[in-house]
């Protein structure tokens, strides 16, 4: 039995997933610092965009705002998009928390 990920096959395609805009450095076993371009991201995982040196099954470990470090199993790829499923499902109270994070509203901050 080899040492790969025990990936989940759960269509998520149709999951709540939140557009931002959002570098990261994702630090890859093999490869060291591996930089993605989050497009968008749910709670069970993210898209990146941009070329990638990454390959199916491949691990990283990203650190997000509110989350800190989580690990990533890249799922699929094509040539400029990227997906990947967080080892564990964010809990909606993080995941609100980190959406306000990486999308921060203006109308509510004009408020305070």
């Known amino acids: 039995m080899g ?8 269509d998520m395609r149709r999951a709540m997933r939140h557009p931002v805009e959002q570098p990261v450095i994702g630090e ?4 060291g610092d591996v930089h993605l371009h989050i497009a ?3 709670a069970h995982g993210f898209m990146a965009t941009g070329q990638s040196p990454l390959t199916r099954g491949d691990r990283v470990v990203i650190r997000l705002p509110v989350i800190g470090r989580i690990e990533a199993h890249l799922i699929w790829l094509t040539e400029e998009r990227a ?6 499902i964010i809990r909606l109270d993080d995941f609100t928390k980190l959406i306000d994070a990486l999308q921060p509203n203006p109308r509510l901050r004009a408020a305070r």
Not at 83 to 88: D, L, N, Y
């Open 40 to 42: 968008n991201i749910s």
């Open 83 to 88: 997906g990947f499923q967080f080892e564990r």
């Open 28 to 31: 890859h076993r093999q490869l």
């Open 3 to 10: 040492a790969g990920a025990q990936l989940s096959v759960t």
